[in-house]
């Protein structure tokens, strides 16, 4: 989906939706520099979406979006859940998988681009919640880190099945009392990150997405990485704040309350050594083509 696909010939002008030609005008495919900066002027980056007010996964989604790389050549794999309403809302190529197997989905998918394109990067994305990821499909999931699969897995950290009532999920709070887990969870949080990590992901981030910066940052440390070297894992917490018992203005009170010194929400990341250098060099990189840029620009407006 680059600028060049989403163009639209001169005879269909007259009766394309104005939504779409703005989107074809101004959508930020093909740029280097996107950013969450470009969320409310963009058409691709969720103008709208079917989740509650409020909901935090909006949040994600938006920073999630804003902070690929190359969205013109992404493809995200979805699995069922809140998640799974906002991908009709996507100006990005996506798949649906059944519940649990998105990381299997992901698997074939990737190898199949690498055989089809093999000139081309295709980045793909997993992209689901904490029942899909570490409950229902946590094998899946495990075994694609087990065998190097080069991807990205984001999980949603809902702390509990948020669009099916309130169910227990293994990334629940120990203690915490749900709508339908009245007895309350009787062992801790299981800790995802260290798993991932120990189970032979490269980049392993666990944050909340109250800080687009932090974010961004995260999400494209994990794509360069899976990129070049191995599998990645980045977990986001994305409060329900209807199961919660927040107002919708609330849900970013949570987050940073949770990411507070001391909080279960502290941004985290694990990463090989292998790794740590990697992302060194990217940054000496980017910094140096954004200057080259910013010098380009200067010099043409003077």
């Not at 666990?206 to 990129?227: D, F, Q």
Request: charged share 25%; hydrophobic share 40%; glycine share 8%.
């Amino acid at each position: 989906m680059s600028k060049e696909k989403i163009q639209m010939t001169e005879g269909l002008m007259d009766i394309m939706p104005p939504e779409y030609q703005e989107m074809v005008a101004n959508a930020t495919f093909g740029n280097e520099d996107r950013s969450w900066k470009d969320i409310g002027s963009s058409k691709e980056l969720i103008e709208q979406h079917s989740l509650c007010a409020g909901c935090p996964e909006s949040i994600a989604f938006r920073f999630i979006l804003a902070a690929i790389p190359a969205p013109e050549n992404t493809i995200f794999v979805g699995s069922t859940g809140c998640t799974s309403l906002v991908f009709p809302h996507v100006g990005v190529q996506n798949i649906h998988s059944l519940f649990g197997n998105q990381n299997a989905i992901a698997s074939g998918l990737k190898r199949a681009l690498k055989l089809r394109f093999p000139d081309k990067e295709k980045d793909v994305i997993v992209l689901a919640g904490d029942g899909a990821t570490v409950d229902i499909g946590l094998d899946y999931t495990m075994q694609s880190w087990f065998r190097q699969e080069n991807f990205t897995t984001i999980c949603f950290d809902n702390e509990l099945y948020a669009n099916t009532g309130g169910q227990e999920s293994g990334l629940m709070q120990k203690g915490f009392v749900a709508k339908m887990a009245p007895m309350g969870k009787k062992f801790e949080k299981v800790r995802l990150p260290e798993i991932a990590f120990e189970a032979g992901c490269h980049y392993v981030a666990c944050l909340t997405v109250s800080k687009p910066n932090r974010v961004e940052k995260a999400i494209r440390n994990a794509i360069y990485v899976a990129r070049e070297i191995g599998p990645t894992y980045v977990q986001l917490y994305t409060p329900c704040i209807l199961e919660i018992g927040k107002q919708s203005m609330e849900g970013l009170d949570e987050m940073k309350d949770s990411e507070a010194i001391g909080g279960r929400f502290v941004m985290k990341e694990l990463m090989t050594d292998e790794v740590r250098e990697f992302l060194k060099e990217k940054d000496a990189e980017q910094k140096e083509r954004k200057k080259l840029a910013k010098a380009k620009a200067a010099a043409v407006t003077a």
